[in-house]
């Protein structure tokens, strides 16, 4: 065995119950079919926007793992929001 070369784990650790196995690709087939469901609304949406969000979906469908911000992430960002929802408002009122 090469230098760079690590032992493959023994059968027994690899081995999982079927049930889990089962699980696991259906999870893994429903993640693809979502992402090819929302790569063909992406092909056939004429809106940019749409186009945009659901090419991002596609993409965080195919990496579940991957890093997104978190509302903790932006501590002042809802209050932000509720103050120019809430000064949106008051100046409707006033027009």
Known sequence: MKP??????RIEQADVPLATLQQQVAAIVT???????LTEAADRTASPSDR?????DAWLVRHPNA?????ADYPVWAA???AREN???EARKEA
């Open 4 to 9: 760079f070369q690590t032992v493959p784990p």
């Open 31 to 37: 993640g693809q079919r979502n992402a090819q469901l």
């Open 52 to 56: 945009l969000a659901y090419q991002l």
């Open 67 to 71: 890093p997104v911000a978190q509302l």
């Open 80 to 82: 932000e929001m509720t």
């Open 87 to 89: 000064a949106n408002r």
